[in-house]
């Protein structure tokens, strides 16, 4: 009989040369990657980071793993110790890793290892303007972005500010990894519209791995 309540398999949808939408990838794992979240936000909460020029970003972050993202004065960057606790970042729980590693195999970059995960907390409202991710020094290594919770509006873009958007939902359990050519690509996320999933409540989850020290 057909069971309507089945999960569907994930499936892929190309984005742009080195990128790729994993559609569904994280379904399966979703409850055990909210615990990871909370066993790293017991440690390093979620705050409202503020931008070297004075602007309190909308989306709450913390991060996991050896290094993490954060805003200082003078700009952002990648450091051991969480600023707020003064405290290594939590390691990255194994599901987490796990789930990476898998994601990353399955988009063609079977080398990736991640050092950092940056979490990202999306509120109703709560945006993140068009941007590259350029701080890691080591553009051979992609971004996997992992959507929890919430739908939200992803605009993928090209390497120039100004080059026209790809404008794509991503929902609970997507995951989307660029890198190659689209490495350096613009992307943001829309501001998040009201609404109400059975778990995450009325927010988004979004975790993104990186390789933030430079490997030979
Ligand atoms: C990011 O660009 O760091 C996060 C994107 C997202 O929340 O999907
Ligand atoms: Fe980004």
Known sequence: MLDLFAE????????????????RFALSRAAALFDGIDAVTARSPFRHMVTPGGYT????????????????????????NDPLTGQPW???????????????????????RPDACLINRYAVGAKLS???????PDLRAPIVSVSLGLPAVFQFGGLRRNDPLKRLMLEHG??????????????????????????????RYNLTFRQAAYKE
């Not at 991060?63 to 051991?80: I, K, Q, S």
């Open 130 to 136: 068009l941007h590259q991710d350029k701080d890691e």
């Open 57 to 80: 970003m909308s989306v709450a972050m913390t991060n996991c793993g050896e290094l993490g993202w954060a805003t200082n004065a003078r700009g952002y960057l990648y450091a051991p």
């Open 174 to 203: 997507d995951v989307v990894v660029w890198g190659g050519e689209s490495r350096l690509f613009y992307h943001g996320i829309q501001p998040l519209k009201n609404g109400e999933h059975p778990v995450a409540g009325a927010f």
């Open 8 to 23: 569907a398999e994930p499936w892929q949808e190309p984005l742009a040369p080195g990128a790729t939408i994993l559609r």
């Open 90 to 112: 939590p390691p990255m729980p194994e599901v987490f890793q796990a789930l990476c590693h898998d994601a990353a195999v399955a988009a063609g970059y079977p080398d990736f």
